[in-house]
């Protein structure tokens, strides 16, 4: 139970290698409307490996890469519910196709490999997801993009596809299921860029890359002048 606006209650937990938790956080209210709780997984120096903002029962998950002590931590949004509220988690060992927080940067990125899905979540306005993948040819990057929500009104995710110099080769925004292509010039390291519009949406997203070798027909960026 939340106290005030201004109380937070920490529950920690200690996992012996790779996994991911998955957390069921029960509220006495139920209210679609307005979210009265965060709740979020962070490990040892506080960095948040996932979190929800929700007024009514929820269930998300967070990738956990090292052994060690992590914590859940519930607190208010700025809207006091003081009822009780439950909780429990459920922890399976074991590598999974799941970012790996902190992927801020191309330097941090999550690798992941062609033709496989991976899962991820925007925990605010402000994180910045990063992936790298390694295409041995020239040809296209397919991306495709699955997230669990599906809005065809109001885009949530700016997605694009980046070389390894930082140069944006293909950028869209979204709110439900799209595909991003763009032309890859050379071999080489490339990263899929996932970050909030403004319109924060924590429900986790799903998405793979492709390539196709051959660039005929395709737009090779920078081509502005």
Same mark, same amino acid.
């Given at each position: 139970q939340l106290q005030g606006v201004s109380d937070k209650d920490y529950y920690k937990f200690?996992?012996?290698?790779p996994g991911k938790i998955i957390v069921n956080f029960? +509220? *006495?209210?139920n209210n679609s409307y307005d979210d009265y709780f965060y709740v979020m997984v962070q490990d040892s120096n506080g960095q948040i490996l996932s979190r929800v903002a929700t007024g009514k029962e929820a269930n998300f998950s967070a990738y956990i890469e090292n052994s060690g002590d992590y914590y859940i931590l519930i607190e208010s949004t700025g809207r006091l519910d003081g009822d009780n509220y439950t909780i429990d988690y459920q922890f399976q060992a074991g590598t999974d196709t799941y970012e790996v927080?902190?992927?801020?940067t191309a330097n941090t990125a999550t690798p992941i490999t062609l033709d496989n899905f991976y899962n991820g979540q925007i925990y605010s306005n402000d994180d910045v997801d990063y992936f790298s993948f390694t295409i041995d040819q020239p040809g296209s990057i397919d991306l495709? &993009?699955? +997230?669990?929500?599906?809005n065809s009104y109001d885009d949530y995710y700016n997605l694009s596809?980046?070389?390894?110099?930082g140069s944006t080769l293909a950028s869209s925004? *979204?709110?439900?299921?799209s595909t991003l292509t763009s032309a890859a010039e050379s071999a080489g390291t490339y990263y899929v860029r996932? *970050?909030? *519009?403004?319109?924060?949406?924590?429900?986790?997203?799903? &998405?793979k890359v492709n390539s196709t070798a051959g660039l005929e027909g395709s737009e090779v960026e920078s081509n502005n002048s």
């Open positions: 200690t996992v012996n290698g029960d +509220p *006495t209210i927080e902190r992927n801020e495709t &993009f699955n +997230p669990s929500v599906d596809i980046r070389n390894s110099s925004s *979204t709110g439900n299921d996932i *970050t909030s *519009t403004g319109r924060w949406q924590d429900a986790n997203y799903q &998405f």
